[in-house]
Nanobody, 129 residues
Framework: QVQLVESGGGLVQAGDSLRLSCVVS????????MAWFRQAPEKEREFVAA????????DYADAVKGRFTIARDNAKNTMYLQMNNLKPEDTGVYYC??????????????????????WGQGTQVTVSS
């Protein structure tokens, strides 16, 4: 059974940093895209960042570019999201997701939710002003 478990969320002040982790079990996604999404209260879930394999292309939403960094450690079956200079608008539940398909490293990871088959339960990030 595939499981994705997020951790690392919390309550911080604007300008602080957090690092989210997503631990995968049940199968390897070393050759597949993985992504972070988030959902703010009363808003649709949105794309945050994605990485195609540990050595592949990455992609970021404009709102987080330059502040967030996605990383993958295949040896630990873990994906990370380093979030710096957090803003109140970054508040939300952060979800990790994994695509079941295998990609060549040169291809960009997808942004669409429906491209990801496996999802975690989410971790809450709250940024106060």
């Amino acid at each position: 059974q595939v499981q994705l478990v997020e951790s690392g969320g919390g309550l911080v002040q604007a300008g602080d940093s957090l690092r989210l982790s997503c631990v995968v079990s049940g199968r390897s996604f070393s050759s597949s895209p993985m992504a972070w999404f988030r959902q703010a209260p009363e808003k649709e879930r949105e794309f945050v960042a994605a990485a195609n394999r540990a050595d592949g292309a990455t992609d970021y939403a404009d709102a987080v570019k330059g502040r967030f960094t996605i990383a993958r450690d295949n040896a630990k079956n873990t994906m990370y999201l380093q979030m710096n200079n957090l803003k109140p608008e970054d508040t939300g539940v952060y979800y990790c997701a994994a695509d079941r398909l295998i990609y060549a490293a040169k291809f960009p990871p997808p942004r669409a939710e429906n491209r990801y088959t496996y999802w975690g339960q989410g971790t809450q990030v709250t940024v106060s002003s």
